[in-house]
């Protein structure tokens, strides 16, 4: 198991290039083409400013373009705070205001709900669009911050919990044990991503 999920992206492709790693229903990527796009990606939020330590919050729903930016902040030692994109304004305001988000991705649907947000607003086309191809370096520790998700707030406002790389590592490793997963197997996710349990 790799140390940090980061690495996966390359891993995969380095062990597989042309194997199926990826699909939404538009668009389906191998190993190859998903590492390439983590990499552009992960070179347009540096491009916007991301650094080491950064949280990026994301308004989008489950497809591609989340996963791949999710992959694409951690290259670069950022985080990613999901953010659900049926909450109100005032409710994804919380969270990117409480996470310290320094960069919202959203979709044109949610865009209208995220003006005026502490941090600045890029639309995901844009970011997976402006990508240079120039490579990143991977640069992520398996302490280092990784996820910070929202609880429900049910009993007052929502919580961030930080998860770093080590607790995402143990968690896939326990998942892939516990449902005896092989490389051929493949898995349909129907939980939203912005949920812990989906992500």
């Known amino acids: 198991m790799v140390k940090h999920l980061a690495a ?10 042309g194997g ?17 796009e983590v990499r552009r990606v992960s070179s347009a939020l540096v491009a916007r400013g991301i650094t080491r330590g950064d949280v ?11 996963v791949t930016i999710m992959f694409a902040a951690w290259r670069i030692g950022a985080a990613l705070t999901p ?3 049926a909450l109100t304004t005032h409710e994804a305001h919380h969270q990117i205001t409480d996470s310290g988000a320094r960069l919202v991705v959203t979709d044109e649907s949610a865009s209208s709900k995220i003006e005026g947000s502490a941090a600045p607003v890029c639309v995901v086309e844009e970011l997976m669009r402006d990508g240079a191809t ?20 049910t009993t007052g406002r929502p919580k961030g919990v930080m998860l770093d ?35």
């Open 8 to 17: 996966l992206p390359d891993e995969r492709a380095a062990l597989d290039p």
């Open 20 to 36: 199926r790693c990826l699909a939404d229903g538009r668009r389906e990527l191998d190993n190859a083409a998903f590492a390439g």
């Open 56 to 66: 990026v919050a994301l308004v989008v729903p489950n497809n591609v373009e989340l």
């Open 83 to 85: 953010v659900n994109p």
């Open 134 to 153: 120039a490579d990143t370096s991977l640069s992520t520790e398996a302490d280092e911050l990784a996820l910070v998700i929202y609880t429900g707030g």
């Open 165 to 199: 790389h080590a607790n995402l590592v143990a968690t896939t490793a326990m998942i892939i044990d516990w449902f005896e997963m092989a490389a051929a197997d493949r898995c349909l996710l129907v939980l939203p991503l912005f949920h812990g349990n989906g992500i």
